[in-house]
């Protein structure tokens, strides 16, 4: 069983910084890992993605060059730096873990933490 712990939202202003860590426990090896997250009223979106072999990474239009995803294999977590946040940013964002190929659809993950509330205020 796989199970992932976000931690590390919170109020910050615009222009500021986060960093989200999602802490995976189960077998994820061979799956990649995401980020999403969702405003009040809005659809569940992509943030970013990175495979846990090999780390390639995937980050959404909306977000590159402000976000960054990473993980680090020994304390089995996955990052997600947040740079220059726009109060659009604001959301509760989910790591969640999958193997079924579609890492910017949440259909393909089979697994998702609780999420971690962002409030940026301008």
């Known amino acids: 069983q796989v199970q992932l712990v976000e931690s590390g939202g919170g109020l910050v202003q615009a222009g500021g910084s986060l960093s989200l860590s999602c802490v995976v426990s189960?077998?994820?090896?061979?799956?990649?890992m995401g980020w999403f997250r969702q405003a009040p009223g809005k659809e569940r979106e992509f943030v970013a993605a990175?495979?846990?072999?090999?780390?390639?990474?995937y980050v959404a239009d909306s977000v590159k060059g402000r976000f960054t995803i990473s993980r680090d294999n020994a304390r089995n977590t996955v990052y997600l730096q947040m740079n220059s946040l726009k109060p659009e940013d604001t959301a509760v964002y989910c790591c969640?873990?999958?193997?079924?190929?579609?890492?910017?659809?949440?259909?393909?993950?089979?697994?998702w933490g609780q999420g971690t509330q962002v409030t940026v205020f301008s």
């Open positions: 189960g077998r994820t090896f061979e799956m990649y």
């Open positions: 990175i495979r846990w072999s090999g780390g390639s990474t």
């Open positions: 969640a873990a999958g193997d079924k190929g579609a890492f910017t659809d949440p259909l393909g993950y089979d697994y």
